[in-house]
């Protein structure tokens, strides 16, 4: 009853707020990290028990065995134009290992962007020794506190997260949120609540531009921003997952997790005018616990078709991928958005973890 009235007050709330802040804002921390994440579609709000759960569920850091573990990830789009790296640590607090700290840093940008606004010279002409490059990124800064409750199979943590966005010369942004989730595990099954921007995360834009760069703009019938402030709603997601062990080397879990907000679409799978509840599911085959075998689905909607007369069609997006953990190493790789789903056809991911 304590989980509803949670999620009815969260619908609310998301009811209220919608209506007064856009939708979408922060988009690239709602990608994920780390390729048994990306692998498992999005689905390990539950099962994430290494330094990648800072990202997924801070209450799983708790559960980190090592006592001082390192994460790193890379990946590519559109044959390298975009980079989107993240790299963790974290250490365990007090010599009973019920609490957890960690230090995360994501970066999402793109490079050499060429910078046109002033490539004609007074004079008219086109001269390309003025041509200029800059970079669009967007960072988040992220500390992470776990710890387990009394001698209780609860844990609980929290995420205070510092958003850095630039575009050049131009424009830079400043943001501040919170994350709060919690994890309950009993025997075979795990059971999970994480709450995004929990207090709605903000970003403060400040924009700077020359005297010449605002009069190439004017003249090309372009605005000149203003400052302003974005706003990124509260999430919350619901996840759950369960061991299943077929003998002493072979194991499967299935996970679900669902997340609701108010950042409703119309091609949402369970959506209304502001709200919508976003299901991923992934399954994980473990062999000895050293090799890892990963499928998931995600990004379930519907899109209007082009071959049956514009009606409604059911699309989703699957992901796949493996793990090795060899000593102290662990090595994970993810394919994403497999088949058409989106502009592109499917994206990389490597990410390790180091364990001390």
């Keep these: 009853m304590k989980i509803i009235s949670l999620l009815i007050g969260f619908i609310a709330c998301c009811q209220i707020i919608s209506a007064q802040a856009p939708k979408f804002s922060n988009d690239f921390l709602n990608i994920g990290i780390g390729s048994k994440g990306m692998a498992l579609g999005s689905a390990v709000s539950s099962n994430s028990n290494d330094i990648y759960a800072a990202y997924w569920n801070?209450?799983?850091?708790?559960?980190?065995?090592?006592?001082?573990?390192?994460?790193?990830?890379?990946?590519?789009?559109?044959?390298?134009?975009?980079?989107?790296?993240?790299?963790?640590?974290?250490?365990?607090?007090?010599?009973?290992?019920?609490?957890?700290?960690?230090?995360?840093?994501?970066?999402?940008?793109?490079?050499?962007?060429?910078?046109?606004?002033?490539?004609?010279?007074?004079?008219?002409?086109?001269?390309?020794?003025?041509?200029?490059?800059?970079?669009?990124?967007?960072?988040?800064?992220?500390?992470?506190?776990?710890?387990?409750?009394?001698?209780?199979?609860?844990?609980?943590?929290?995420?205070?997260?510092?958003?850095?966005?630039?575009?050049?010369?131009?424009?830079?942004?400043?943001?501040?949120?919170?994350?709060?989730?919690?994890?309950y595990q009993k025997e075979k099954w795990s059971f999970a609540i994480m709450g995004r921007d929990i207090t709605t995360t903000f970003n403060a834009y400040k924009y700077k531009f020359s005297d010449d760069e605002k009069a190439v703009l004017l003249l090309t019938g372009n605005d000149v921003p203003n400052s302003s402030v974005e706003y990124t709603l509260p999430k919350l997601v619901l996840g759950t997952s369960y061991l299943i062990n077929f003998n002493s080397k072979f194991k499967f879990r299935p996970a679900l997790d669902i997340e609701f907000s108010g950042n409703s679409t119309k091609s949402?799978?369970?959506?209304?005018?502001?709200?919508?509840?976003?299901?991923?599911?992934?399954?994980?085959?473990?062999?000895?616990?050293?090799?890892?075998?990963?499928?998931?689905?995600?990004?379930?909607?519907?899109?209007?078709?082009?071959?049956?007369?514009?009606?409604?069609?059911?699309?989703?997006?699957?992901?796949g991928g493996l793990g090795i953990r060899f000593g102290k190493i662990g090595l994970d790789y993810a394919l994403t958005n497999i088949g058409t789903v989106g502009a592109g056809l499917y994206s990389h991911y490597f990410s390790v973890v180091l364990n001390f």
């Design 58 to 183: 801070p209450a799983g850091l708790s559960h980190v065995e090592s006592n001082f573990q390192v994460g790193a990830q890379h990946a590519q789009w559109f044959g390298g134009i975009g980079n989107y790296d993240y790299i963790g640590f974290g250490k365990k607090l007090d010599p009973a290992g019920k609490s957890f700290g960690a230090v995360s840093i994501i970066r999402l940008g793109i490079d050499d962007i060429p910078n046109t606004l002033l490539l004609r010279a007074p004079d008219g002409s086109i001269d390309y020794s003025r041509l200029k490059t800059f970079s669009v990124a967007d960072y988040a800064f992220i500390l992470s506190y776990a710890r387990k409750y009394k001698e209780t199979n609860w844990s609980y943590g929290l995420n205070a997260k510092i958003i850095h966005r630039t575009f050049g010369s131009f424009a830079n942004a400043w943001g501040f949120g919170f994350d709060a989730g919690i994890l």
């Design 268 to 319: 949402g799978l369970i959506s209304s005018k502001n709200f919508i509840a976003d299901p991923r599911i992934g399954f994980e085959f473990s062999y000895i616990q050293k090799i890892f075998l990963r499928l998931g689905a995600q990004n379930f909607q519907f899109e209007k078709s082009d071959t049956q007369n514009g009606k409604d069609e059911f699309i989703f997006q699957p992901n």
